[in-house]
């Protein structure tokens, strides 16, 4: 009797054991009704593509911040004897990179409604801006005419295009790995927030060339 008794004490008190002493339990969270696909600021590639954004902005910060630093060294700017830079195709390539803001606008508004069919058309279509756009990048730099070589004016002069043309090869690289991916039907839930994003960067490297632009081929013809 005595060895029994024991048993059944030992199994009453014993965690999670019989009646007596019930373990307190928590209701288990479900996540059943979250969203599968979010976008903004409660996705986390939008928190790295902004990331992205600051870390260029303050690239290229630099890059006009030593244009101007080198201007209050010379006399004339540019220095006797070079040049002014033509404007045709760099104020063509702004007009194109401004008209680009467009079709990235519906390519974000597609991927927010989970559109394929418009994501599809509208990634091609930024794609071809893309590919224009970055061709006519490499005629700015002859537009330029110096060498990036030749003095301080010209090597900063080609600092800024050069810097922001590597903005516009890794929005074209993106656009078109987002394009292969639709194309070939591999594409997950995910990447529709990753084309919004990358519509975010795309603004980004529209905008920030327009100052850019002005400070390279306008105000060396102020002096």
């Avoid at 630093?69 to 990179?97: C, H, K, M, S």
């Avoid at 394929?116 to 005419?145: D, M, P, Q, Y």
């Avoid at 030749?150 to 090597?155: C, H, M, T, V, W």
Wanted: glycine share 6%.
């Amino acid at each position: 009797m005595s060895a029994a008794h024991d048993a059944r004490a030992a199994r009453d008190h014993a965690p999670g054991q019989g009646s007596a002493h019930p373990i307190p339990t928590r209701p288990a969270l479900s996540v059943a009704d979250l969203p599968t696909v979010t976008f903004g600021h409660r996705d986390v590639m939008w928190w790295g593509t902004n990331g992205f954004v600051v870390v260029e902005t303050m690239t290229l910060a630099a890059v006009v911040a030593s244009w101007f630093y080198l201007r209050r060294n010379f006399d004339a700017w540019p220095p006797p004897g070079t040049p002014l830079p033509n404007l045709e195709i760099p104020t063509l390539n702004l007009v194109l990179l401004l008209a680009g803001i467009v079709p990235y606008a519906l390519l974000d508004k597609a991927a927010k409604r989970l559109d394929r069919a418009a994501l599809v058309k509208w990634l091609w279509v930024c794609l071809l801006f893309g590919i224009v756009t970055t061709v006519l990048r490499g005629f700015e730099l002859a537009a330029l005419n110096t060498r990036w070589n030749s003095n301080a004016y010209g090597s900063v002069q080609w600092a800024i295009v050069v810097t922001h043309g590597t903005l516009l090869l890794t929005d074209l690289f993106e656009t078109g790995t987002l394009a292969a991916i639709f194309a070939r039907g591999k594409e997950q839930e995910k990447h529709y927030p990753d084309a919004s994003d990358n519509s975010l960067y795309s603004y980004f490297m529209i905008l920030v060339w327009i100052p850019c632009y002005f400070i390279v081929y306008w105000l060396p013809r102020l002096g």
